[in-house]
């Protein structure tokens, strides 16, 4: 059951380096102590649809926190500052890592927290998502939906920006781990989703994948071609529940 009632709005958060940055922040209006999300955004940017995935998770009883890692590339729209960040390379791991440490601390610092934290990333955000949960301290769970690269199979994908695959961090995970993916997709493919699985299986850590027949890439966006309706429930309602037994109990109506 949701939670109707809730608050969003923008707010500055301490970033990497201490940068000030910018963050879409909604949570349930209750007086009950909630867990928290940090939502990494799609390559696209901190678009309209990643707006709309904030203020859903809100509904469901959890405070998320969407933070902007492309405010060092404004003034401008989130299609302007996506498109700068990709003429130089896109945002480094070692910047992103730094914003979402930030944005977790911002979640645990307000008063309506109940001290648990998770990370949940689309497509590149499902990538940081991984690596996040390898690399950080103190993430309570992870929600990777197709994060794609995870597994480096094409040598130019490793870059300054970018310097390792994330995969190779795997024994540094600590927490649980949810993977949504759509078998029609090639970013990760299924193979690479199977390759990930066994890593996870080989090293004992704890996690569960949902895969998802007739849908590719982003099959969650209401705004995309690729939007599938009947698996984006099912799939959504997996991602409550997970995030409902690691970071919970969510707020429910009173």
């Known amino acids: 059951m949701s939670y109707l009632g809730m608050v969003t709005e923008i707010v500055p958060f301490t970033a990497h380096n201490g940068d000030k940055g910018q963050a879409n922040y909604a949570r349930p209006t209750t007086k009950e102590m909630v867990g928290g999300v940090v939502l990494i955004h799609h390559m696209p940017g901190w678009d309209d649809w990643i707006q709309e995935a904030a203020r859903k998770l809100a509904h469901y009883g959890f405070a998320c926190i969407a933070p902007d890692l492309y405010f060092r590339e404004g003034p401008g729209s989130p299609d302007d500052c996506a498109a700068r960040s990709r003429a130089k390379g896109g945002v480094t791991d070692e910047q992103v890592m730094g914003d979402v440490a930030g944005a977790m601390a911002f979640l645990r610092a307000?008063?309506?927290?109940?001290?648990?934290?998770?990370?949940?990333?689309?497509?590149?955000?499902?990538?940081?998502?991984?690596?996040?949960?390898?690399?950080?301290?103190?993430?309570?769970?992870?929600?990777?939906?197709?994060?794609?690269?995870?597994?480096?199979?094409?040598?130019?994908?490793i870059t300054p920006a970018r310097?390792?695959?994330?995969?190779?961090?795997?024994?540094?995970?600590?927490?649980?781990?949810?993977?949504?993916?759509?078998?029609?997709?090639a970013n990760p493919s299924p193979k690479q989703v199977n390759d990930t699985e066994a890593v996870l299986k080989k090293l004992g850590k704890t996690y569960e994948f949902h895969r998802y027949d007739g849908v590719g890439h982003g099959f969650f966006a209401v705004d995309r071609p690729a939007y599938k309706p009947e698996q984006a429930k099912a799939a959504w309602q997996k991602v409550i529940d997970f995030l409902d037994k690691t970071i919970g109990p969510r707020a429910r109506f009173s």
């Open 110 to 157: 307000q008063a309506n927290s109940n001290g648990k934290v998770a990370v949940m990333g689309f497509c590149s955000g499902g990538r940081q998502t991984y690596l996040a949960a390898c690399s950080l301290n103190h993430v309570d769970a992870a929600v990777d939906c197709w994060g794609g690269r995870v597994i480096v199979e094409d040598p130019a994908d």
């Open 163 to 185: 310097p390792v695959a994330p995969i190779e961090l795997t024994s540094g995970l600590n927490c649980p781990l949810l993977g949504i993916f759509g078998n029609d997709d």
